[in-house]
C-alpha cells in the first residue's frame, strides 16, 4: 500500500491499527479483502490481541516486596519504618486511586503513601509500621486501587507483639591485667555492660568470685540500665603473692542468660626495686687549697616496688681523696629516699675529678655520679663596712659616741692586721680601738673610732689598715665638725614602774621620751638593756638623730617568765655630756588569777501573759583574767525563783573568753515577780548574781469596741456595723496598768475602697501590740490580685536593675513553654542522634583547665550572639560537680573583669560554705537523673556548671534558658550553663556594690537552674513566674548575706516596693512592670522571717497550682494562709508612721533556722521612702500613735473586717474605716 502511514497499538490486550492516506487501495489487509481509502481521512481497526502479536500501549504495577514481615515488636511501641515499592513497569501513567489497611489487626498496622499518578518507567514508595497493642501473631494487608489489570494489589502485613525484655552485652568478656608487681595495684580496666533490649535492666549485684578474689577489686555505677544505655565496670588488680592469678566479676540482672561473668587474670611478680640518682653530676667550681667547699647533696630515690639495699657508697679516681661523702643510705624503702653529701677540699692547685660509686641490689648497679671542681691557691680578702664614717656636728671638747667599721675576711686565707694607724692633719681628733689580729676565713672584727674636737671647723682624718691581703693598706676616711653648739639630753621620766604583771603575759607599753634642750642636734646611739633581769624587759626605739627642741620615744614592755620582783635598766648612748643617760625599770611578776565580769547584770522581761513562756535573754560571762576561770554552779534564789529558768554552756571559761547564759521567764500568776541568779567561780570569794525581774498579766477577755465619733459625716451605726460611707470610728482604752485587753474586731458593711486603719496610742511612742505581726486584717475573701494598700498594677520608671530583670521575666516564660513541649515527646525512644556540625559539644566533668577556649551560643530574646571565652577559674563542689567561670576574651583583655573580680565571685560561690553548697543543702542538686532522651545527662560523668560571664547588650543581668541543656536544638550550648552580663563592669575599680549584686545573681540564677531540673525535668511541675522570680529571690534572702555581708533584698526590693505604695500586682504579673520583683522579694522575705525555711524547702514537693501550693505552705507552717500574710506584710510596711521609737524589727525580724541565719529588715528606718497617703488624719489623733494596719479594702473582698487584737495595758486601741 503506498501514500499510508500505518500505526499499531496495543492497549487494555486489543490491538488497533491505525491507517491515515492520501488516496489508493490496500491490498491483502488482515482485517479486509478490500478496503478503499479515502484521501486525508484515519481508519481505526480493532481486534483481540492474539499470541505473539505486538503489544498495544498500557500500566503495569509491581509491588516489591509483595508482603512485609515486621518479625518481633515490643507492645506499645513502633516498628521502624518499612517500605514498599510501586514500580510502574508499562507504557502508560498507573494511576492509584486509593489504599485501605485491611484485616483483623489493622488498627496495629498504619502507613503513609505518596502514590497517586505513576509515570511508566516511575516508582513511588508506601512506608508502613507496626505498633502492636497486645501480644501475639498480628496480620493485615494493604489493598491498593490502581488503572492497570489486577486492581486492587495486595501487600500482606505481619508481625508479632512480644512484650518488653531487657537484654545484657558486655564489650568484652575477659580483662587481662598481665604482669603485676606484688603488693602495687594496677591502673585501672573497665568492661561496658550495654542493655540492647526493650526493657529496663536492672543490676542487683556485681561481685567478685573465685580462690583469688581478694586480689582483684571492682567498682561500677550498674543500678538500673536503659534501653540503649549502658553502665561501667571496672576492675584493679593487687597481688599480694607472685604467681598466676585469676578470678571473675558475676553480675546478677533481670535479662535472660544471668549472671553475666567477666574473667580476671594476671601475674604477680616479686617486688623489685628502682634507683634513681638526682643530679647525677656534681659540679663544685673553684675551691682555694685545703679549705673545705660546702656540701653538695645527691639524693637516691627508690622508684620501685621492692626494698632498694644501698651496700657500699665509695669514691674513685685520681682525685677521690680529695673529695669526702656522708652517706645515710642502707635500706630504702619503696617510694622513699635518702641522701648522700659530698665536699671538695683540694690539696692543690687545678682540676680535679672523681666518681662517687653507689653499689645496690637493684638493676645497673654500680650507680655512678661525676664529681668535679678546681684547686686555687688560697688568698685572704679584705671587706670593710662602711668604707668611710662621718661624725657630723660635735661639741668642742665632748666625745661623739662610737661608730663601728666591720673588717670581713671574704677570701679563702687567714687575714692578719698588722697595724690600724690614724694620720692626717686632724688626726689627733679621733681615736679608735679594734680586736682585729688574725681574721680566719669568713670571719670579721672591728674597728670602733669616736670625734672629740678641740676648736671649731671641719676635721677629717684617715683610718689606715695595714694586712696581709692585697692593695694595703685598706684606708678609711673620717670626718666631723666642732662646733660651739650642743645637744643636751632630756629624759620624760628616768624609771619606769610596771607593777604587777602575770607571769608569762607582757605588760602595756610604757615609754620614756628623749628631747634635746640643747642647741645642736642630739645623736643616739645604741639603746640596751642591761642588769640581771634584762631578759624580762623588752625595748623599741625610734630615736638616731634628735633635732634641737625634737624628741623621740623609747617604748618598753615587762613580761616576767618567774614570780617576784624584777629589776633591770636602759642605757642611752648619745653624744651629749654625762653619757651614757640610765632610766631605771622595775616590776613584780605574780601568778595567774582569773577575773569574772558578766553583761548584763541584770535582765527585766517585762509583762508576760501568766502561763506563757518569754523569749529568751543571754547573760554573757566573760573571763578577763590570766587563768582559766571554772563555773562551780548556778541556782536560782528568791521568792519567785521558780518562775525563771536557765540554761548555760559554761563551766570552764579560758583567759579571754566567754560563755553563755539563757534565761526566760514563765509567771504563774499575775503581779510583779522577782529573783536572783548566782554563779559560784572560782575568781570571787563569793557568789556574783544577776537580778531578774518581770511582770505576770492576764488577759481581759471581755473587752469590746464602742463608736467614738461626733458630728454629720460620722458613719458608726454601733458597735459592729459601718453605714457605709463617710468616716466611722471606733474606740477601745485599757485602763488596767497590769491587764492586757482582747479585742474581737467584727464590723459589717464595708465596700470596696474603703481604707481601715488600726491605730494604737498611749502617749509614749512605745504602744505596739503584744506580738507584732499577729494581729492584722482578717481578709475572708478570694485570693489578693495585689498588694495592701492599693493594688491597681501601676507602674513606675524602672532604672538600669530593673530593665534586665524585664528581660529575665521573658525568658522565664520561654522555659515554661519548654517544659510544655519536653512533656509531649517520647520519652521512651531510642536518644536522637545529636548535630555533629554543632560546634560546643556537652561540658562534662572534670572541670576544663584554665586557659580552655570555647565559644558560648546566646540566643535567648531571638537574637543570636556569640561569644568566645576562656576559662578563668574552676573549683569542685562536695558532690564532685565542677564549677567553671567563663569570661569573654575580650571583656578580660579591656580588663573589664580581671583576677580580683573572679576570686571575689569564686571566693562567695565555691567552698563549704559558699553560695553553691548552702543552696544545695536547702534544695538539692542543680541536675541529676531525669526522663528525658533529648536532655544533657549525668551519665557518665556529671555535668559542669558554668558561669559564664559576658558583655552584652541584650539588657539581661544573668539568666537560666532552659534549651541550653537540649542535645539537638541548633541554639543550645548542650550544657548546664547561665549567662552573667558583666556590661558595666571595670576591673579591681567595680564597686562593691555591683559585685554584690551579680553575687547574689549568681545563686539567683543557680535557683532557677536547680527548679528546671528538681520540678520540672524531675517531677512536670511549672510554676508561674511570680513564684519562680519569688522563690530566686528567697534564696537570696536566706543565702547570700552570710557570704558578702549585705542583703540585696533589704537594700533592693524592700525600698523599690515601698516606693510603689504598695500599688503593684503580685499574682498578675506583667511583664511591663519591674516592680514586680519588689513585691516578690518583699514577701519573700517576710515569708522566710515568719515561718523560716519551712515555705522555701517545700516549693519543690507542691503541684503546678503556684497560688494553692504557697496558701498551704503558709497553713502547714503555722501560718494564716496566703491572702492573711499577704495583708500582714503589707501593714507591717505601710501602717507604722513615719515616727521615731518604733519597733526596729517590726515585721521582719531576725530569724534563725537549720543552720541559715536571717538578718532583721529594719522597715523603720525607711520610713522616708513610703509616698504621701493622701489627706492626714484627724489631728484629734496624736502623732503618736502607731499604726498597725493600713488596708484599702479591695474589688472582690468580703463586706465586714474580723480580726483579734491584744491592747496592752494603758494603751487605747482606735479602728478608723473612711
Same mark, same amino acid.
Given at each position: 500500500?503506498?501514500? /499510508? ?17 492520501? #488516496? ?10 478490500s ?39 515490643? #507492645?506499645?511501641? $513502633?516498628s521502624?519504618?518499612r517500605?514498599?515499592?510501586v514500580?510502574? $513497569?508499562?507504557t ?19 502507613y ?21 497493642a ?57 568492661v ?19 580462690t ?79 679549705t ?20 657500699? #657508697?665509695?669514691?674513685?679516681?685520681s ?36 666518681t ?49 667599721i ?38 670579721s ?8 674636737p ?14 696581709? &691581703? ?26 619606769l614602774?610596771?607593777?604587777n604583771?602575770?607571769v ?6 610604757r ?16 639603746v640596751?638593756l ?19 627642741g ?87 534564789t ?14 570552764t ?5 566567754s ?6 521567764f ?21 557568789a ?12 481581759v477577755?471581755?473587752a ?15 458597735g ?5 460611707s ?30 481601715v ?78 548535630d ?30 556569640n ?15 565542677g ?15 580581671t ?65 541550653n ?11 548546664l ?8 563592669f ?23 537552674m ?5 520540678r ?5 511541675v511549672t ?62 522575705a517576710? #515569708?522566710n ?12 514537693? /507542691?503541684?503546678?497550682?503556684s497560688y494553692?501550693?504557697v496558701?498551704?505552705l503558709?497553713?502547714l ?9 499577704? &495583708? ?55 502623732? $503618736? ?13 468580703? $463586706? ?19
Amino acid at each position: 500500500m503506498s501514500g /499510508c502511514r500505518l500505526r499499531l497499538l496495543r492497549a487494555f490486550g486489543v490491538a488497533m491499527l491505525v491507517i491515515s492516506s492520501g #488516496v489508493g487501495r490496500a491490498q491483502n489487509s488482515q482485517f479486509t479483502d478490500s478496503l478503499q481509502l479515502i484521501p486525508n481521512s484515519i481508519f481505526l481497526f480493532e481486534a483481540p490481541l492474539a499470541d505473539g502479536a505486538v503489544a498495544l500501549p498500557a500500566a503495569v504495577i509491581v509491588l516489591s516486596p509483595a508482603g512485609v514481615s515486621f518479625g518481633s515488636q515490643v #507492645v506499645n511501641t $513502633t516498628s521502624s519504618t518499612r517500605a514498599i515499592t510501586v514500580r510502574n $513497569t508499562g507504557t502508560m501513567t498507573l494511576t492509584v486511586n486509593g489504599m485501605t489497611l485491611t484485616g483483623t489487626d489493622t488498627t496495629q498496622f498504619s502507613y503513609i503513601s505518596s502514590c497517586a499518578k505513576v509515570p511508566a518507567g516511575g516508582s513511588c514508595a508506601i512506608n508502613a509500621t507496626f505498633k502492636p497493642a497486645s501480644v501475639g501473631t498480628k496480620s493485615a494487608s494493604i489493598a491498593i486501587t490502581h488503572s492497570a489489570s489486577g486492581s486492587p494489589s495486595i501487600v500482606a502485613l505481619e508481625g508479632s507483639g512480644v512484650a518488653a525484655a531487657a537484654m545484657a552485652s558486655l564489650s568484652s568478656a575477659a580483662m587481662g591485667f598481665g604482669s603485676q608487681e606484688v603488693g602495687t595495684v594496677s591502673a585501672s580496666r573497665s568492661v561496658t555492660l550495654r542493655n540492647t533490649g526493650t526493657g529496663p535492666l536492672t543490676v542487683s549485684s556485681v561481685v567478685l568470685a573465685g580462690t583469688d578474689a581478694g586480689q582483684f577489686a571492682q567498682t561500677n555505677n550498674c543500678t538500673s540500665v536503659a534501653v540503649g544505655g549502658s553502665c561501667a565496670i571496672s576492675a584493679t588488680f593487687k597481688p599480694t603473692s607472685t604467681g598466676t592469678k585469676s578470678a571473675s566479676i558475676a553480675i546478677s540482672h533481670n535479662a535472660p542468660g544471668a549472671p553475666s561473668n567477666i574473667s580476671l587474670s594476671g601475674t604477680a611478680t616479686a617486688s623489685a626495686p628502682q634507683i634513681t640518682l638526682s643530679p647525677t653530676a656534681l659540679s663544685f667550681g673553684s675551691q682555694a687549697v685545703d679549705t673545705t667547699s660546702a656540701t653538695k647533696a645527691v639524693t637516691v630515690r627508690n622508684s620501685g616496688a621492692g626494698t632498694l639495699t644501698v651496700s657500699a #657508697v665509695t669514691l674513685n679516681g685520681s682525685h677521690a681523696a680529695q673529695f669526702v661523702q656522708n652517706s645515710s643510705c642502707a635500706s630504702v624503702g619503696a617510694g622513699s629516699s635518702c641522701a648522700i653529701n659530698v665536699t671538695f677540699k683540694p690539696t692543690g692547685t687545678g682540676a680535679r675529678n672523681a666518681t662517687l660509686s653507689i653499689s645496690h641490689n637493684a638493676g645497673g648497679s654500680p650507680a655512678l655520679v661525676t664529681l668535679d671542681g678546681t684547686g686555687t691557691a688560697a688568698s685572704a680578702v679584705i671587706s670593710l663596712s662602711p668604707a668611710g664614717l662621718s661624725f657630723g656636728s660635735q661639741s668642742v671638747n665632748t666625745t661623739s659616741i662610737s661608730r663601728s667599721i666591720t673588717l670581713r675576711n671574704i677570701g679563702s686565707a687567714n687575714l692578719t692586721v698588722s697595724a690600724v694607724t690614724l694620720s692626717g692633719a686632724d688626726e689627733g681628733q679621733f681615736a679608735q680601738t679594734n680586736n682585729c689580729t688574725s681574721v680566719a676565713v669568713g670571719a670579721s672584727c672591728l674597728i670602733n673610732a669616736t670625734f672629740r674636737p678641740t676648736s671649731t671647723g671641719a676635721k677629717s682624718a684617715s683610718l689606715a689598715i695595714s694586712h696581709n &691581703a692585697g692593695a694595703s693598706p685598706s684606708v678609711v676616711s673620717l670626718d666631723g665638725s666642732g662646733t660651739t653648739s650642743a645637744g643636751v639630753i632630756s629624759l620624760s621620766s628616768t624609771a619606769l614602774s610596771f607593777g604587777n604583771q602575770t607571769v608569762n603575759t607582757s605588760s602595756t607599753s610604757r615609754s620614756v621620751t628623749i628631747s634635746n634642750t640643747g642647741t645642736a642636734a642630739l645623736t643616739i646611739g645604741n639603746v640596751t638593756l642591761t642588769g640581771s633581769d634584762a631578759g624580762h624587759f623588752a625595748q623599741t626605739s625610734n630615736c638616731t638623730s634628735v633635732a634641737v627642741g625634737a624628741g623621740c620615744t623609747v617604748s618598753v614592755t615587762f613580761k616576767p617568765t618567774v614570780v617576784g620582783a624584777k629589776s633591770a635598766s636602759i642605757a642611752i648612748a648619745h653624744n651629749a655630756s654625762s653619757a651614757p643617760s640610765t632610766v631605771s625599770l622595775g616590776g613584780s611578776g605574780t601568778a595567774p588569777i582569773p577575773e569574772i565580769t558578766l553583761s548584763p547584770t541584770g535582765l527585766s522581761f517585762g509583762s508576760q501573759l501568766v502561763s506563757t513562756t518569754s523569749a529568751s535573754r543571754s547573760i554573757t560571762v566573760s573571763n578577763t583574767g590570766s587563768a582559766p576561770l571554772s563555773i562551780s554552779g548556778m541556782t536560782l534564789t528568791g521568792a519567785d525563783a521558780n518562775q525563771f529558768a536557765q540554761t548555760n554552756t559554761c563551766a570552764t571559761v579560758a583567759a579571754g573568753g566567754s560563755c553563755t547564759i539563757s534565761v526566760i521567764f514563765k509567771p504563774t500568776s499575775a503581779g510583779a515577780k522577782s529573783a536572783s541568779l548566782s554563779i559560784s567561780n572560782s575568781a570571787s570569794a563569793s557568789a556574783v548574781s544577776v537580778n531578774l525581774l518581770g511582770t505576770g498579766e492576764t488577759t481581759v477577755m471581755s473587752a469590746a469596741l464602742v463608736p467614738d465619733c461626733v458630728g454629720a459625716n460620722c458613719s458608726a451605726v454601733n458597735g459592729s456595723t459601718y453605714a457605709g460611707s463617710g468616716v466611722g470610728v471606733w474606740r477601745y482604752t485599757n485602763t488596767s496598768t497590769t491587764l492586757a485587753a482582747s479585742i474581737n474586731i467584727s464590723i459589717s458593711g464595708v465596700s470596696a475602697g474603703k481604707n481601715v486603719l488600726l491605730l494604737f496610742s498611749n502617749g509614749t511612742k512605745s504602744a505596739a501590740p503584744t506580738v507584732p505581726g499577729a494581729g492584722v486584717l482578717a481578709d475572708v475573701g478570694s485570693a489578693p490580685q495585689s498588694s495592701v494598700p492599693g493594688g491597681t498594677g501601676g507602674t513606675s520608671s524602672d532604672d538600669v536593675i530593673d530593665e534586665r530583670e524585664l528581660v529575665h521575666s521573658k525568658i522565664l516564660e520561654e522555659n515554661r513553654s519548654l517544659v510544655a513541649t519536653l512533656r509531649a515527646m517520647e520519652r521512651a525512644q531510642a536518644s536522637p542522634a545529636v548535630d555533629s556540625a554543632f560546634s560546643n559539644p556537652p561540658d562534662i566533668s572534670p572541670a576544663p583547665a584554665i586557659g580552655t577556649k570555647r565559644v558560648w551560643t546566646d540566643a535567648a530574646l531571638g537574637s543570636t550572639v556569640n561569644h568566645a571565652t576562656s576559662v578563668q577559674a574552676t573549683c569542685s563542689t562536695s558532690g564532685g560537680r565542677g564549677v567553671v567561670f567563663w569570661v569573654e576574651d575580650r571583656v578580660w583583655a579591656a580588663r573589664s573583669v580581671t583576677t580580683g573580680v573572679i576570686d571575689r565571685f569564686k571566693a562567695a560561690y565555691c567552698g563549704a560554705n559558699g553560695g553553691y553548697e548552702r543552696l544545695v543543702k536547702l534544695q538539692g542538686e542543680p541536675w541529676g537523673a531525669h526522663g528525658f532522651n533529648g536532655v544533657i545527662s549525668d551519665s557518665p560523668t556529671l555535668q559542669d556548671v558554668n558561669v559564664v560571664m559576658v558583655s552584652s547588650a541584650k539588657g539581661f543581668g544573668g539568666y537560666f534558658w532552659g534549651v541550653n541543656s537540649l542535645l539537638s536544638d541548633p541554639r543550645s550550648n548542650k550544657a548546664l550553663v547561665f549567662f552573667v552580663n558583666v556590661a558595666g563592669f571595670s576591673g579591681d575599680s567595680t564597686s562593691s556594690s555591683t559585685l554584690n549584686y551579680y553575687i547574689s545573681t549568681l545563686v539567683h540564677e543557680m535557683m532557677h537552674m536547680v527548679n528546671f531540673y528538681q520540678r520540672m525535668l524531675r517531677r512536670d511541675v511549672t510554676h508561674d513566674t511570680w513564684l519562680e522570680e519569688t522563690s530566686a529571690m528567697m534564696s537570696e534572702d536566706i543565702v547570700v548575706p552570710t557570704l558578702i555581708n549585705t542583703n540585696k533584698i533589704e537594700t533592693v526590693r524592700v525600698p523599690g516596693y515601698l516606693q510603689t505604695g504598695g500599688n503593684v500586682s503580685y499574682i498578675n504579673w506583667p511583664m511591663l512592670s519591674s516592680n514586680n520583683y519588689a513585691v516578690g522579694g518583699t514577701f519573700g522575705a517576710f #515569708v522566710n522571717r515568719r515561718f523560716g525555711l519551712g515555705v522555701f524547702q517545700g516549693l519543690q514537693t /507542691c503541684s503546678s497550682d503556684s497560688y494553692g501550693c504557697v496558701d498551704s505552705l503558709i497553713n502547714l507552717n503555722g501560718g494564716a494562709g496566703f491572702g492573711i500574710e499577704f &495583708a500582714r506584710m503589707g501593714a507591717s510596711l505601710f501602717g507604722l508612721l513615719s515616727a521615731t521609737g518604733l519597733p526596729a524589727q517590726y515585721g521582719f525580724p531576725a530569724k534563725a533556722d537549720g543552720g541559715y541565719a536571717l538578718g532583721q529588715i529594719d522597715v523603720s528606718v525607711l520610713s522616708s521612702l513610703r509616698p504621701a497617703s493622701g489627706a492626714a488624719m484627724s489631728s484629734s489623733y496624736p502623732a $503618736t500613735s502607731q499604726t498597725f494596719i493600713a488596708d484599702t479594702v479591695a474589688s472582690g473582698r468580703t $463586706t465586714y473586717i474580723r480580726n483579734n487584737v491584744m491592747v496592752p495595758a494603758g494603751t487605747s486601741l482606735v479602728v478608723i474605716i473612711r
